[in-house]
T-cell receptor, first 111, second 112 residues
Framework: KAGVTQTPRYLIKTRGQQVTLSCSPI?????VSWYQQTPGQGLQFLFE???????NKGNFPGRFSGRQFSNSRSEMNVSTLELGDSALYLC??????????FGPGTRLTVL | SQQGEEDPQALSIQEGENATMNCSYK?????LQWYRQNSGRGLVHLIL?????REKHSGRLRVTLDTSKKSSSLLITASRAADTASYFC????????????FGTGTSLTVIP
């Protein structure tokens, strides 16, 4: 089985812009979760989608949003980028209540 | 916060030695998972232990879980230079489905 893929792998944006990141889960996995990883805050949960519905949401501002398509692929969007949004964004897919498989991440740099 | 905490934050050992890292968490869980992350890359799942299990093995890895103390430990035996990485524990909460809380990580360095 192909693993979780994320695109793009690297992204450079400027403050105020918006960005969309994409995640393709492992075939058959309906749950997709997003995490933000920074040196200061570690790995923080953003949100989880299951069957095109947001099932869980972490403590992030409304500038962070996401969606899931019928084929389980997911996108997350960050609007009005801030310098503090620079991070590694990780996507993970899983069967319900099982281990999570992570993608390689998208490294976002906000200038 | 339900975030777990790993201890120690950093560990340096010689190749061939065993490495033990610990994880403490705050609330009841369904399961606890351990992950490895090589410098700035995605996380690799190592092992999942369910709340009704006390010990689990996978190759050179041994994980224990003590739900009464809300703690888990990961033992890597006969360490290799390739084990150099950061190790994280992740816990779910019994009432939030597929939402996981990651600890702060233990940075392991195995010296050849």
């Amino acid at each position: 089985k192909a693993g979780v893929t994320q695109t793009p792998r690297y992204l450079i944006k400027t403050r105020g812009q918006q960005v969309t990141l994409s995640c393709s889960p492992i075939s058959g996995h309906r749950s997709v979760s997003w995490y933000q990883q920074t040196p200061g805050q570690g790995l923080q949960f953003l949100f989880e989608y299951f069957s095109e519905t947001q099932r869980n949401k972490g403590n992030f501002p409304g500038r962070f949003s996401g969606r899931q398509f019928s084929n389980s692929r997911s996108e997350m969007n960050v609007s009005t980028l801030e310098l503090g949004d620079s991070a590694l964004y990780l996507c993970a897919s899983s069967l319900v209540g099982d281990e999570q498989f992570f993608g390689p991440g998208t490294r976002l740099t906000v200038l | 916060s339900q975030q777990g905490e790993e201890d120690p934050q950093a560990l340096s050992i010689q190749e061939g030695e065993n490495a033990t890292m610990n994880c403490s968490y705050k609330t009841s869980i369904n399961n606890l998972q351990w992950y490895r992350q090589n410098s700035g890359r995605g996380l690799v799942h190592l092992i999942l232990i369910r709340s009704n299990e006390r010990e689990k093995h996978s190759g050179r890895l041994r994980v224990t879980l003590d739900t009464s103390k809300k703690s888990s430990s990961l033992l890597i035996t006969a360490s290799r230079a390739a084990d150099t990485a950061s190790y994280f524990c992740a816990t779910d909460a019994t009432d939030t489905g597929n939402q996981f809380y990651f600890g702060t990580g233990t940075s392991l360095t195995v010296i050849p």
